[in-house]
């Protein structure tokens, strides 16, 4: 799709410099040797989460900074959400780590300021995620960090179809490419731990809410 679009994919080789006049980029040199002139260099090396302040308070963490279900760290008194908070996803069979997205910053806090003000609630939202590149919509809902069967519905030389994971008979996450609907009806299956037909599922045609296990 990006190559479809007129951008050039280096793979397998990485940065050795930027290169110009020590006020404006001019160029980049890879580590094969070639020289990529450039206007202007967007880095995206990834996030590496900034917690050593809340660390210095005592609170524990390997991955982030260690939360419970209420987002509360091990220090009394201090929270930690979004990205930098690790906890036991019970999307992801009560796995340990972060989840980096709006959604999750956004359920998190909310969950955080019930707490403050006296309500006994734990965070528990359903992680899902959506990006906007050129023409095509990409979705996702769930985690598919464990599952057993993965079902594709629709044509992806159209571009427009889902990537379904399911765990012992279960829908528990989905990609989808301009598919709307898919995603969601598959968030409520993913919610609901509804039992699905495997055959009905790999039909496009069918609905997913109508790809239950009768």
């Known amino acids: ?4 679009q007129g951008v050039d994919l280096r793979l397998g080789v990485g940065v050795k410099r930027l290169v110009g006049d020590g006020f404006k980029v001019s160029g980049v040199e890879l580590t094969d040797g070639i020289h990529i002139p450039a206007d202007m260099v967007i880095v995206g090396i990834g996030i590496i989460p900034s917690v050593e302040p809340v660390k210095r308070t005592g609170a524990t963490g390997e991955n982030g900074i260690d939360v419970d279900k209420q987002c509360r760290t091990s220090v009394a008194g201090i929270f ?3 990205d930098c ?20 910053a956004s359920d998190m806090a909310n969950t955080v300021a019930k ?35 993965a079902v ?4 992806v030389a159209e571009a ?24 969601v009806q ?11 037909d495997p055959v009905r599922l790999a039909d496009a045609s069918i609905p997913l809410k109508e790809s239950v296990s009768q």
């Open 80 to 82: 930690s959400i979004g």
């Open 152 to 155: 594709v519905r629709g044509s």
């Open 115 to 149: 707490v403050l003000c006296g309500q006994d609630v734990t965070y528990d939202a359903l992680p899902w995620f959506w990006s906007n590149q050129y023409d095509c919509r990409l979705q996702t809902a769930g985690l598919s960090v464990e599952y057993d069967q």
């Open 160 to 183: 427009k179809f889902s990537l379904v994971y399911c765990k012992d008979g279960r829908v528990v996450a989905i990609d989808c490419v301009n598919n709307t609907k898919d995603y």
């Open 1 to 4: 799709m990006h190559t479809k």
């Open 186 to 196: 598959a968030r409520k299956l993913i919610e609901s731990r509804t039992k699905i």
């Open 85 to 104: 908070a690790c906890y036991a996803n019970a999307w992801a069979g009560g796995r340990h780590f972060r989840v980096e997205s709006v959604q999750n």
